[in-house]
């Protein structure tokens, strides 16, 4: 198993409070992505990273923002949770960049906002 | 942009039958095609992906995938399911646009009856 490492696995919190997720990788691979996890929605990207402190917006982004300082890890901020963001979080990543590389994902965080 | 649909959310198919899931992709460039496997409450794991070369792509745990250009089409398919494949699956493609992000399908739940 590729060593990607989500925390926290589990969150609740309320409505308008800031939540951090972090997404830790022992494989020194370049791409990073944050995906969401919804029924009916499947996968869909929340923002990706290329590198240290180059990360680009994907199709659901209003709402988070992240930073990559270092290349093992990549951080996703919801600024100010609201309960459309209830849902399951994956962090993943991949090697090259080249077009027919997998990507390897993480076990996922779910976030609950009450 | 690339797209991807999955026809059938949900698959019920008998033990000992053949499954087949169904993907059919957008793209205005040769694509790379990927599916993947998730297990109740676990992240996502790569069954196959389709680069160049062979169109019948050999994955995990006997699963395999034709892709047809002319169809645009690149189908799982299974000839004996086993109790064991009960999960969701998901058809994915890579962003052609060099920003190498992957772009998931809905999801097909498949059911394994006994």
């Known amino acids: 198993d590729a060593g990607i490492t989500q925390s926290p696995r589990h969150k609740v919190t309320e409505t308008g409070t800031p939540v951090t997720l972090r997404c830790h990788q022992t494989?020194?691979?370049?791409?990073m992505y944050w995906y969401r996890q919804d029924p009916g929605h499947g996968l869909r990207l929340i923002h990706y990273s290329y590198g240290v402190k180059d990360t680009d917006k994907g199709e659901v982004s209003d709402g988070y923002s992240v930073s990559r300082s270092k290349t093992e890890d990549f951080l996703l901020t919801l600024e100010s949770a609201t309960s459309s963001q209830t849902s399951v979080y994956f962090c993943?990543?991949?090697?090259?960049?080249?077009?027919?590389?997998?990507?390897?994902f993480g076990q996922g965080t779910r976030l609950t906002v009450v | 942009a690339q797209s991807v649909t999955q026809l059938g959310s949900h698959v019920s198919v008998s033990e000992g039958a053949l499954v087949l899931l169904r993907c059919n992709y957008s793209s205005s460039v040769p694509p790379y095609l990927f599916w993947y496997v998730q297990y109740p409450n676990q992240g996502l794991q790569l069954l196959l992906k389709y680069t160049t070369g062979a169109t019948l792509v050999k994955g995990i745990n006997g699963f395999e995938a034709e892709f047809k250009k002319s169809e645009t089409s690149f189908h799982l398919t299974k000839p004996s399911a086993h109790m064991s494949d009960a999960a969701e699956y998901f058809c994915?493609?890579?962003?052609?646009?060099?920003?190498?992000?992957?772009?998931f399908g809905t999801g097909t739940r498949l059911k394994v009856l006994a």
């Open positions: 994915a493609v890579t962003d052609s646009s060099g920003t190498y992000k992957y772009i």
């Open positions: 993943a990543i991949s090697d090259t960049g080249t077009a027919n590389t997998e990507a390897f």
């Open positions: 494989e020194n691979h370049r791409y």
